[in-house]
C-alpha cells in the first residue's frame, strides 16, 4: 500500500492548510484512515482519524481546529487545519491506524510515504 501525502508548507500563526493523502490498495476503503504527525525529537502520533463510513476522532490538541473527512470514490483522505499554532509544527502522515488503536497510537498498517512538513511561524 503505497501512501502519499501533499499540502504541507509555511503557514504564519492563525493560518490555515489543507492536506491531501492519495491511497493505493484496498486498505483504504475499508479500514480507519488517520493524520499523525511527528514534531522535532517527538514520537510521531494520531491526531484525527476517519472511520469507513464517516465518523471522525481527534486528538484534544487538535479538536474544534482541524477536520478530517475522506473521499472513497478518489480514495482520497483530507486534513482541513486552521487556527494553526507553532505547537502544530511537524511532519504530517496518513496511514491506517488499526481500529482498535485510539488518538495518541504511533502505529500504522500501511507502509509510511514520505509525509509532509507543515511549519507554523511568522
Known amino acids: 500500500v503505497q501512501l502519499v501525502e501533499s499540502g504541507g508548507g509555511l503557514v504564519q500563526p492563525g493560518g490555515s492548510l489543507r492536506l491531501s493523502c492519495a491511497a493505493s490498495g484496498s486498505i483504504f476503503s475499508n479500514n480507519f484512515i488517520g493524520w499523525y504527525r511527528q514534531a522535532p525529537g517527538k514520537q510521531r502520533e494520531l491526531v484525527a482519524r476517519?472511520?469507513?463510513?464517516?465518523?471522525?476522532d481527534y486528538a484534544n490538541s487538535v479538536k474544534g481546529r482541524f477536520t478530517i473527512s475522506r473521499d472513497n470514490a478518489k480514495n482520497t483522505v483530507y486534513l482541513q487545519m486552521s487556527g494553526l499554532t507553532p505547537e502544530d509544527t511537524a511532519v504530517y502522515y496518513c496511514?491506517?491506524?488499526?481500529?482498535?488503536?485510539?488518538?495518541?497510537?504511533?502505529?500504522?498498517?500501511?507502509?509510511w510515504g514520505q509525509g509532509t512538513q507543515v511549519t507554523v511561524s511568522s
Open positions: 476517519v472511520a469507513p463510513e464517516g465518523s471522525t
Open positions: 496511514n491506517a491506524p488499526p481500529p482498535w488503536e485510539g488518538i495518541g497510537s504511533s502505529l500504522g498498517r500501511g507502509s
